[in-house]
């Protein structure tokens, strides 16, 4: 059995806990300072994950933007650029999205029904991956620790976040936590109901708490308990 990667969870938030508003532009949450703290936070990482739904919605590209980050990782013998991870359980991901086209090497998980179309529509794009009859989170895991991913960086969106912390997968959250108030009952949330570990009463250990810009950054063990 491979060794599964340190999964570390990482999302910009409103105070109300949104990732986003309702409006078709992407609401910027975080500030420039923090998006730095972010690039450096990719570049530390053997691969970055998204979900299908985020990279449909907000067309990302995951890169480490910084020259001389991507030069110290070539520098270690890394590639350029991190292992770029998404999952479909519909296997719902157009060929001409941005993330298939912009930094190295990507792979798709779907399942088993899905798998011989996607692999068709992305065909020398990315590795399709078939995991079962649905996307499991630990199959996946299983999968990047036997292709050497030994830390895993989490982007979301909700759906995502909220499945690693429901099944006890995450290793560590890191939250940057924005001075807006977003209000709309439609717009994307950072987590959703859940069986939890432990439940409403049970307390992550806070890591650190510590000002980015105008931005709180808060990091968390969510396997760790405090009293």
Known sequence: MP?????????????????????PERLLLSNAEDFDRVDELRAGCDAILVGG???????PRLLVNSADRRAARTAAGKPAYPLKVTLSARGALPADLAFWHTGG???????????????????????VVAVGHEVVLGAVLDDLGARGVTR????????????FLAQGLADELQLAVAPLLVGQPDAPRFLGPAAYPGGPRRRMRLLEARTVGDVVLLRYAPKESTP
């Not at 599964?4 to 409006?23: E, I, K, N, Q």
């Not at 739904?53 to 067309?59: G, K, S, V, Y």
């Not at 895993?152 to 499945?163: A, D, I, P, R, W």
């Open 3 to 23: 060794t599964r990667p340190y999964v570390l969870l990482s999302a910009a938030v409103s105070l109300d806990g949104h990732l986003d508003d309702a409006s």
């Open 53 to 59: 739904n985020t990279l449909r919605r907000d067309n």
């Open 105 to 127: 090497d990507k792979v798709a998980y779907t399942t088993d029904a899905a798998a011989p179309a996607l692999r068709a529509d992305l065909s020398g794009l990315a590795d």
């Open 152 to 163: 895993l960086m989490v982007e979301g969106g909700g759906s995502v976040h909220t499945q």
